[in-house]
């Protein structure tokens, strides 16, 4: 089975970043809690992720249950989603 991560083409003002030569810059707009955050999250702080996930978590399922026909599917949705978040954080802009 082939589950779709489910994304947002608008990008906000605080989420849109500047790619430098050695590292992707939160924008200006960030806030320094973002920015903060951000960081964090690239140096692999378990903590942070962990306050991303049980803030939205429960969020994303109802999401993804509009587009899915289980719970059972939107679990592997959501879970592939958040996956990509591990592996997008660097890059992340």
């Known amino acids: 089975?082939?589950?779709q991560v489910l994304c947002h083409d608008e990008?906000?003002?605080a989420a849109r970043s500047v790619r430098t030569a050695s590292a992707v810059v939160p924008a200006a707009g960030?806030?320094?809690t973002e920015r903060q955050l951000l960081t964090?999250?690239?140096?692999g702080d378990a903590?942070?992720?962990?306050?991303?996930?049980n803030k939205h978590h429960g969020a994303l399922i109802r999401m993804a249950l509009r587009y899915v026909a289980s719970r059972e599917v939107a679990e592997e949705v959501v879970q592939d989603t958040?996956?990509?978040?591990?592996?997008?954080?660097?890059t992340f802009e």
């Not at 903590?47 to 996930?53: A, I, K, Q, R, W």
């Open 1 to 3: 089975m082939t589950a």
């Open 11 to 13: 990008a906000t003002p």
């Open 30 to 32: 960030a806030s320094a």
């Open 40 to 43: 964090r999250l690239r140096t």
């Open 47 to 53: 903590h942070v992720f962990n306050d991303l996930v």
């Open 82 to 90: 958040w996956i990509a978040v591990i592996d997008g954080i660097r």
